[in-house]
C-alpha cells in the first residue's frame, strides 16, 4: 500500500539586503525546526558610486538597483507578504530621494522595503552572526560594508552595545584613492580616518570586552580568503597576517592592477579601502584575532521572521533536528538551552523585536580587554 506523506509543505522566507555595493537575496526554510538555506542571489548594483556630493542617487543608479529587484522579484513569485523581508542600508539611508526610488521599486517587487537605522543594521548582524556560529562566550561583531561599519558586542542573543559609523570600502575609495591610486600615504591616511572615527567608542567596547571577535560579509570575506590563498590555512585574521597582506597590497599601483590569490575580480575596487577600514578598527580595538562568520545581515533578518529561533541555542538546534528525523526519543537525548519562542509583531510583512537592544552588561574579567 503506498504512503501519501501527507506533512505541510514547510514555510519559505526570504531576505533582502539592499547594500551599498550589492543587492543580497536568501531564501530559507524550516525543516523538523532548523532554519536551511535553499538558495542565495547577489548582484553588484554598485550604488553608493551613484551618490553624489548633493546626496542625490543618480537615475544610473536607481536602474541598476532596480534591474536587480525586477531579477529578485521572478525568484519571489508565490511568496507571501509576510514571508518577504527587504531592508535597505547606509546608501539609502543618505539619498535625499530613496523615497522616489522606493515609489519606483513597488512597481518591481510586489514587497514593502524597509530602510533601517544605522544602529538596528547592527543588531540584525549581531544576531545573525549568534544564530549561526556555535562559538560561545561574549561576542564582538564587526562587518564592513559599502557605506558603513558596523560594530557590536553581544552575548546570548543580547546586543550589549551597538554602533554603525558612516565608513565603507565605497565611501572610502572615493575619498582617500581618487582614481584607483595605492600608495602608502593613501593607505595610511584611510587607515587613520578609520580608527579616529572609532576614537568615541573605543573604551566603552574595550571596557566590555569580549570572548571571540568575528568579522562578516564582503571586506572581511575576502581577507579570509586571500589569506587562505597565501598559506593561513585556518584563515584567522591577525594584526601580523594583516601587516603582511598590507605589503603586498602596497605593492601595487593602483585597483586595476590589483592582483592577490583568492581576491575576485568584483573585489578589486572596494578591497584595499576595505582592508584599510579593517585596519583602522584593529588599531583602535586592539583586536588580537578575527575570525570569518557565516551569518550576517540577511541571516538575522531571516530568525527575526521565524521568531522561534531567536534565543534557541545553535548546537540545541541541530540536536532537535537530529532527533526529529532519527526519531530520537526527547526525554533521552541531551538537554540544551530548549526552545524559547520569543513575541515578535508584523509590521507589512516585517518582524521585528518588541523591545530594544539591551545596554550595560557583565564584567570584562576573563574576556578580551586592552
Sequence with gaps: MPIHDKSPRPQEFAAVDLGSNSFHMVIARVVDGAMQIIGRLKQRVHLA????????????????????LSLFAERLQGFSPASVCIVGTHTLRQALNATDFLKR??????????????????????MGVEHTQPEKGRKLVI????????????????PILVESRRMGCVSFAQLYFPGGVINKENFQRARMAAAQKLETLTWQFRIQGWNVAMGASGTI????????????????????????????VLRHRNFASLSLPGLSEERKTVFVPGLAILCGVFDALAIRELRLSDGALREGVLYEMEGRFRHQDVRSRTASSLANQYHIDSEQAPTGAGYHYANVRTVAGTATEAGASATGGATAMGRHAA
Design 143 to 158: 562587518d564592513i560594508g559599502g557605506g558603513s561599519t558596523e560594530l557590536v558586542i553581544g552575548e546570548n542573543f543580547e
Design 49 to 68: 558610486d551613484g551618490l553624489g556630493p548633493d546626496n542625490m542617487l543618480s537615475e544610473e543608479a536607481m536602474t541598476r538597483g532596480l534591474n536587480c
Design 105 to 126: 521599486a513597488e512597481k518591481v517587487i510586489p514587497y514593502p522595503i524597509e530602510i533601517i537605522s544605522g544602529n538596528e543594521e547592527a543588531r540584525l548582524i549581531f
Design 221 to 248: 570575506k575576502a581577507a579570509h580568503e586571500v589569506l587562505m590563498e597565501m598559506g593561513e590555512k585556518d584563515g584567522i585574521i591577525t594584526p601580523e597576517r594583516l601587516e603582511k597582506l598590507v605589503k603586498e
